[in-house]
């Protein structure tokens, strides 16, 4: 039997990051469509991520994106996150938007170029300190489109010499999540495309140097599960970037492509205690809003994640590893199949109203009068940065 009163002081715990470009414009290589009310600064996109978890609970952080949420002060932009009741999370580095990256950035054949690159690696780390980040989200573009076009090895040593460099100016409690995507933009070799490229690299680095999974990074069919519980074995998984795909890096509402995949990379990870604050593993998404409204999507967001949490949570353990013990294959599927058939929603309203939340967020988030503000207000909303 599940213990339900531990179910609810593991709920209460979960913290679910959102990324500040979630707020604005997004679109595909076709086009943007603009929308009523999207920020028009990195002080807006944390005002609307604040509503997010003014009407979820658990959605107290935003990871920035440098430069898309450039500022002069951000010892101010933190201060003006906590005023909101919320905090500026991971901060997310982006050496893929400009024109002297067309081979590479840290990988470059050429040495400006990979300096260019690492500067902003480390001035991403000066901006950590200002805001009391712990996490550097590193996601590399690089990698070649035709065969012979570069040296692959050669690439991994200039990767492994720029991870090293960030590293060692990481400071005390701070660390770097490195994100592995398995082609694009590039289509020949990506320079790190796949979880194994990102431990090895990892494990060599020590404890600052962890591995993100985006869970549309991968190959059509990859169980990514298996991943999840091999990296947090090995104490290496740093975090999540949530979203959900039905071709190739989608971005779209984490759990409304696959609710069952993420039921079992969840089960993986409260099966490794990853739920635990004291893990460390960051819950982030990463998503882009094209055709939904924005705050909403968000909140919808996550609500799957908590549902799917929850439903992990409910798995009966005990009988789950009877099962498993005595050979049992149907039992045990049948117990997995339990929980994530079980209607968690109930339960979760419940909780919310315990908490002094509204037990429907996305029904209170439209009665609240914010959109309609915004909508008002805003003139001029900024696109998300792809693009930009
Ligand atoms: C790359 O596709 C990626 O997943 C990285 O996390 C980027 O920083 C992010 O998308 C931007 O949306
Ligand atoms: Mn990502
Ligand atoms: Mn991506």
């Given at each position: 039997m599940t213990d339900l009163g531990a179910v609810a002081s593991a709920l209460r715990q979960q913290a679910i990051e959102l990324p500040s470009w979630a707020f604005g414009n997004s679109g595909t290589r076709f086009k943007v469509f603009a929308r009523a009310?999207?920020?028009?600064t990195p002080q807006e996109k944390i005002a609307d991520a604040a509503q997010v978890h003014r009407h979820?609970?658990?959605?107290?952080s935003v990871a920035l994106h440098i430069p898309w949420d450039t500022v002069d002060d951000y010892a101010a932009l933190a201060a003006h996150a906590r005023d909101l009741g919320v905090r500026v999370g991971a901060i997310n580095s982006n050496?893929?938007?400009?024109?002297?990256?067309?081979?590479?950035?840290?990988?470059?054949?050429?040495a400006k170029v990979r300096r260019k690159a690492l500067d902003h690696l480390l001035a991403c780390v000066d901006i950590m300190d200002a805001t009391g980040s712990t996490d550097l989200k590193l996601w590399f573009s690089d990698?070649?489109?035709?065969?012979?076009?570069?040296?692959i090895r050669a690439r991994q040593d200039r990767l492994a010499e720029a991870l090293a460099a960030v590293r060692d100016r990481l400071g005390e409690g701070q660390r770097f999540l490195l994100e592995y995507k398995l082609f694009e933009p590039a289509f020949?070799?990506?320079?790190?495309?796949?979880w194994g490229t990102a431990y090895a690299h990892c494990v060599k680095l020590g404890d600052k140097a962890q591995v993100v999974v985006d869970?549309?990074?991968?190959?059509?069919?990859?169980n990514i599960e298996f991943i999840v519980a091999f990296l947090m074995r090995e104490g290496k998984l740093g975090g999540f970037d949530f979203n959900s795909r039905?071709?190739?890096?989608?971005?779209?509402?984490?759990?409304?492509?696959?609710p069952f995949q993420l039921f079992r990379i969840m089960h993986e990870v409260v099966r490794g205690g990853?739920?635990?604050?004291?893990?460390?593993i960051a819950f982030m998404l990463d998503q882009c809003h094209n055709i939904e409204p924005k705050i909403p999507a968000q909140i919808r967001s996550v609500l799957n994640v908590q549902e799917a949490t929850a439903k992990a949570l409910l798995v009966d353990t005990a009988a789950l590893e009877a099962a498993q013990l005595t050979g049992d294959v149907l039992g045990a599927n049948g117990v997995l199949m339990d929980a994530y058939n079980t209607d968690v929603r109930p339960f979760l309203a419940d909780l919310r109203a315990e908490q002094g939340?509204?037990?429907d967020p996305m029904a209170a988030f439209a009665r609240s009068g914010y959109q309609d503000r915004i909508d008002a207000e805003r003139v001029g909303g900024r696109q998300a940065g792809w693009g930009a």
């Amino acid at each position: 039997m599940t213990d339900l009163g531990a179910v609810a002081s593991a709920l209460r715990q979960q913290a679910i990051e959102l990324p500040s470009w979630a707020f604005g414009n997004s679109g595909t290589r076709f086009k943007v469509f603009a929308r009523a009310g999207v920020p028009r600064t990195p002080q807006e996109k944390i005002a609307d991520a604040a509503q997010v978890h003014r009407h979820t609970g658990i959605a107290p952080s935003v990871a920035l994106h440098i430069p898309w949420d450039t500022v002069d002060d951000y010892a101010a932009l933190a201060a003006h996150a906590r005023d909101l009741g919320v905090r500026v999370g991971a901060i997310n580095s982006n050496v893929f938007q400009d024109d002297d990256y067309m081979l590479g950035s840290v990988t470059h054949p050429d040495a400006k170029v990979r300096r260019k690159a690492l500067d902003h690696l480390l001035a991403c780390v000066d901006i950590m300190d200002a805001t009391g980040s712990t996490d550097l989200k590193l996601w590399f573009s690089d990698g070649t489109n035709y065969p012979g076009q570069d040296d692959i090895r050669a690439r991994q040593d200039r990767l492994a010499e720029a991870l090293a460099a960030v590293r060692d100016r990481l400071g005390e409690g701070q660390r770097f999540l490195l994100e592995y995507k398995l082609f694009e933009p590039a289509f020949y070799t990506t320079d790190v495309p796949d979880w194994g490229t990102a431990y090895a690299h990892c494990v060599k680095l020590g404890d600052k140097a962890q591995v993100v999974v985006d869970t549309g990074h991968h190959a059509p069919g990859t169980n990514i599960e298996f991943i999840v519980a091999f990296l947090m074995r090995e104490g290496k998984l740093g975090g999540f970037d949530f979203n959900s795909r039905f071709y190739a890096d989608d971005d779209l509402m984490v759990g409304a492509a696959d609710p069952f995949q993420l039921f079992r990379i969840m089960h993986e990870v409260v099966r490794g205690g990853g739920h635990l604050a004291s893990s460390g593993i960051a819950f982030m998404l990463d998503q882009c809003h094209n055709i939904e409204p924005k705050i909403p999507a968000q909140i919808r967001s996550v609500l799957n994640v908590q549902e799917a949490t929850a439903k992990a949570l409910l798995v009966d353990t005990a009988a789950l590893e009877a099962a498993q013990l005595t050979g049992d294959v149907l039992g045990a599927n049948g117990v997995l199949m339990d929980a994530y058939n079980t209607d968690v929603r109930p339960f979760l309203a419940d909780l919310r109203a315990e908490q002094g939340l509204d037990p429907d967020p996305m029904a209170a988030f439209a009665r609240s009068g914010y959109q309609d503000r915004i909508d008002a207000e805003r003139v001029g909303g900024r696109q998300a940065g792809w693009g930009a």
